[in-house]
Structure formats: C-alpha cells, structure tokens
C-alpha cells in the first residue's frame, strides 16, 4: 500500500463511496463525520488524487474514485477473510459480516435466526444494511465485496457469480378497508381493481415491481398514487384512513385484523432468497450465519442460478 495509507482510511472511503453522503457513511461506520471526511482527505492527499467531486449538491465518485473503489473492497475482503481465517485459533468464531436485509420477512422470523446466530457467536459482528432503493441494489454490493450476505426479494436478475437460494414464498393479496365495495368478495383478478388507487412501494423496490408486471400481464394498468419506503405497518395505517387500497403478502396482511384480504384469482407470488458469493469465496463467519438462514427458512436448500 501507499506508504501511511491505513485499513480504517479504506474502510471509511468505501462507506462514502457507498452511501454517496458523509453523513450517511459517519452513521454507518459509528464516527463522528469530522473524523471521517479528514480520513477521506488525508487519503486523497496521500493517494494525490480526487477521489469525490463535491462540486454538485450530491458528492459523486470521480473516475479515479470509481477505479479505486473496486480495489478497495477488494483489500477489505482480503483483510476480513484473513482475519477470520484465524478464528479457530481463538477458540470462537469473530468477524464481520455486512448482511443486506429486507423491510419484511413474510412467514420466516429473520430476527429470531439473527439472535440465536448472536448468541451462538457473540464475537461475530454484524452490519445490517436497509437499502433505500430496493434490495436488488444488494446484488451489485454482493458482486463488488461490500457485503457478505443479502435477502433479495423479487430480483430481476440473477448473477452466475452469485448463489441465489430460495428462503421462502407466499401468495399476495388486496388489502381494502371493511367498507369497501370488494371487501366482500372472495376472489378477485387484477382487472378488477384495475381503476383502484393503489398505495405501494418505490419502482425499484422487488414488491413494487412484482405488483406492476403482474398488471401488465394481465392488460391493464396499476394506479399508484402513493409510493411509500417504510414497511407494511406505514402502509395499512393509509390505507386504514381512506387514502387507497394495496397489495401485501398474505402474511403481513393477517397482521392487520381491521382490515379485509382478498385472494387473487391468478396468484401474485412473492419470492425471497438468500443472495451470497459461492461457499469457497464466503469468510467463515458468514458462512456459517448463511447455515443459520437457511436452517430457519421454509423453503430451505432450493437454488437458483
């Protein structure tokens, strides 16, 4: 490495890079944003380089920034990986791992494997990240090293580079209000409720999407007229006051007895999996909270490349 240039620097820059806002990548990495952005600077001064373009509202990555980003995570996974690789000589397994998670878990109780994971190897760190633009994003973050693991829902790829194994699956149903004039119906098809005003996530959210081509399968058109990046909860409280109706997996929609579910004539089926680089590639401490995954998934073992 550049004489002077530290792990931590490193590690601070990739933060940046990732969340494109010091203060962000402060919250992310747990210091103060002083003490990140003079790391940042002190890096590009030892490198000579401008890493950032913090000319625009949004710090952006220059072209040097992006070249050296890839190598960056390249180092910090060699690092990590070389630090647990001496795990067994300390008589418990310790780490980091970076885990990309979802904003619902449908019939699987992720916090549950996430504590008895913890309480198994208490010297296991982990990072949960929560993506802001859908957890297809998680993909490319697996592919580059930046994270270790990921629930992905509904993705609209799948990397050969990329283990994608099934966790679970469930039907999505309408949620309305009691009142409603198809709270009363035991089944509908999506071209019935083709003119309602419908209350979803973000485009690039897998759910969002799932809703959107099934629409279109069918020949018509959703009208989303509220877009919402919180979870279910958030969204059965609009719905609850009159603002719309939605789509929800049948298990978050039993959590919210007030309201009615209709079942779908065609079943919408949401799909979660568990994203990761192939075994030979995972560090041992994600590896192992991949087995506890999969150990509490319903769907346990089923693959997809």
Same mark, same amino acid.
């Given at each position: ?45 030892? $490198? ?35 630090? !647990? ?24 109780? &992720?916090?549950? %494997? ?11 760190? $982990? ?26 829902? &509904? *993705? ?24 409603? %004039? ?8 999506? =071209?019935?409720? =083709? ?16 809703? !959107? ?44 007895? %007030? ?6 004539? !065609? *079943? ?9 680089? *192939?075994?030979?590639?995972?560090? *041992? ?5 991949? !087995?506890? $995954? ?12």
């Amino acid at each position: 490495m550049v004489e002077g240039m530290e792990l931590r620097q490193i590690e601070y820059f990739v933060a940046v890079a990732g969340e494109l806002s010091f203060t962000r990548a402060a919250e992310r990495v747990h210091v103060v944003q002083s003490a990140l952005s003079t790391a940042v600077a002190k890096l590009e001064r030892e $490198l000579q380089v401008q890493l950032f373009d913090r000319s625009r509202q949004q710090i952006q990555l220059t072209a040097a920034g992006e070249r050296f980003r890839v190598h960056a995570n390249d180092v910090l996974r060699v690092a990590r990986t070389a630090a !647990d690789s001496v795990s067994e000589f300390r008589g418990s397994l310790s780490g980091t791992v970076e885990f990309g998670s979802l904003i619902s878990f449908g019939p699987m109780d &992720v916090a549950r %494997a996430l504590g008895d994971f913890h309480s198994a190897n208490p010297f296991v760190r $982990l990072r949960l990240r929560l993506s802001q633009s859908g957890a297809s994003a998680y993909l490319s973050a697996l592919l580059d090293g930046s994270l270790d693991l990921a629930l992905v829902s &509904v *993705p609209n790829r799948f990397p050969p580079q990329l283990d994608m194994r099934l966790l679970f699956e469930e039907p999505m149903v309408f949620v309305c209000r009691d009142d409603h %004039a198809m709270a009363r119906r035991k089944r509908l098809q999506l =071209a019935d409720v =083709a003119g309602e005003e419908l209350i979803s996530y973000p485009p690039e959210f897998g759910l969002r999407r799932l809703i !959107d081509d099934a629409f279109h399968a069918a020949g018509v058109s959703p009208r989303t007229f509220y877009e919402v990046p919180a979870g279910f909860a958030d969204i059965a409280d609009l719905v609850a006051n009159g603002l719309g109706t939605t789509f929800m997996p049948e298990s978050e929609a039993r959590r919210f007895p %007030a309201l009615r579910s209709v079942t779908l004539s !065609d *079943p919408v089926v949401w799909q979660v999996f568990l994203a990761s680089p *192939p075994a030979g590639q995972m560090t *041992p401490a994600s590896a192992r909270l991949a !087995d506890t $995954l999969l150990a509490a998934a319903p769907l346990a073992g089923h693959s997809r490349q």
